[in-house]
């Protein structure tokens, strides 16, 4: 049909913005799963994104930490083109160069032993569960007795998969789908004292985000990873640290867990590990490697020639352009801005967070909502997790006049907003965390 037969049937399509036609058939032909920000992006250049009317948006959330080295970034661009034009795709029956080579490069990040390729987060943690499961029952079958128990935290996210979800805190991701894995307890967040109740031999792995994500960017305490790492020690069960989010740089270290100085057995990581093109690995220790032979797990996609070549060079480029050492400074320099916003405004409770995974948690939830709005008028994104905080997951690219801009914002919204900080009641807390 023509433009203009369109327009004479449906009189009102011709006054309707692409924005708005999207919408319309979005809400008619695809599953209700999100609830997406009214705005068309169309490109993105460094650390913004460029919308339908090429106004452009300082991107402090980059893809939910994905997109590491920003947008339009040439040595993700040339990897994506030089590889299509080779292959794309050969399945995991045959060998092609990228496996290899990614996991070398990180086993020497991580000081892992091997690497499992798959597409998501979600994959990299079921990968872990089963390999988990598989060498408890290796041990078993050597005579020491592991069960198939998990521990996870208070406030985890671990994906959206069967097993993931089951290790997955909040009930609203669990409870439409039960029953989820069975076998999964949750640990108060930091508390050693429960740790060390719910630990025994029955359990084959303890899954830990070293900052969590989605539950309100919260790093786990020394003391409390260091007690799930002599645990696991003293009966052989597994320490998943599940790096999804915090992982792969954004900390100023490949791994979160190298600040605390613990090495795991078991390590996922997705988001950012090939600049938005989906790659997860799962990595392991030789000795649990040992509980996994051909043909027991595996993946169609995982780890294909073009998500290896453009993971090759995510990380030449960080290495390259020195970005552990940025993301370092930049982020420290981020995180005294907001600690000096939250001395100053009375709805601020506490600064959170580590390099360029940071938090501002809030006195309300109404509020939170309402600054991202805000910030979103204002071309700056941004978004709340776990109800009252404010989640900032820029590119590793960022530089401080973003990070003033943001700030300056975000005061002047702060400032703005008297009514809704003073009508929401106070949960208290510490202005400045870490
Ligand atoms: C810590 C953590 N684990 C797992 C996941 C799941 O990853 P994906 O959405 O790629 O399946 C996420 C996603 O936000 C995450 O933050």
Known sequence: ??????????????????????????????????????VLFVRGEGVHLIDENGDRYLDLLSGIGVNALG?????????????????????????????AAVALRLTEATGMDRVFFCNS?????????????????????????????????????????????????KDKYREPFAPVMPGVEFVNFNDVADLKAKFSDEVCAILIEPIQG???????????????????RST????????????FGRTGKWCAYQHY????????????????????????????SRAIHAGMHGTTFGGGPLACAVALAVISTIERERLLEAIAEVGSYFQQQLEALARKHAAAVEVRGMGLMLALE??????????????????????????TVLRFLPPYILQKEHVDEAIAA?????????????????????????
């Open 1 to 38: 049909m023509s433009n203009a037969a369109l327009a004479t049937e449906h009189p009102t399509k011709k006054t309707m913005s692409k924005l708005d036609e999207l919408k319309a058939a979005e809400a008619k032909l695809l599953l209700g799963t999100y609830d997406r920000n009214p």
């Open 71 to 99: 947008y339009a970034q040439p040595a993700i661009e040339s990897a994506i083109a030089d590889q299509s034009r080779k292959l794309i795709h050969v399945s995991n029956l045959f060998f092609h160069e990228g496996q």
């Open 121 to 169: 987060g979600t994959e990299a943690n079921e990968a872990a569960l089963k390999l988990a499961r598989a060498y408890a029952k290796l041990k078993r079958s050597e005579g020491r007795h592991l069960g198939t128990k998990f521990l996870a935290l208070e406030h985890s996210f671990h994906g959206r998969t069967v097993g993931a979800v089951a290790a997955t805190w």
């Open 214 to 232: 989605e539950g309100g960017v919260r790093p786990v305490s020394q003391e409390f990873f260091q007690a799930a790492r002599e645990l696991t």
């Open 236 to 247: 052989g069960a597994l320490l998943i640290a599940d790096e999804i989010q915090c992982g």
């Open 261 to 288: 100085g613990i090495q795991p057995d078991l390590v996922t990581l997705a988001k950012p590990l090939a600049g938005g093109i989906p790659l997860g690995v799962m990595l392991c220790s030789e000795e649990a």
């Open 362 to 387: 809030l006195d309300s939830p109404d509020l939170a909502k309402q600054v991202v709005a805000e910030m979103m008028k204002r071309h700056i994104l941004i978004n709340r997790t776990d109800e």
């Open 410 to 434: 975000l005061d002047a919204i702060l400032s703005e907003q008297p009514a809704v900080a003073a009508a929401a009641p106070s949960t208290g807390g510490q202005k400045v965390g870490q």
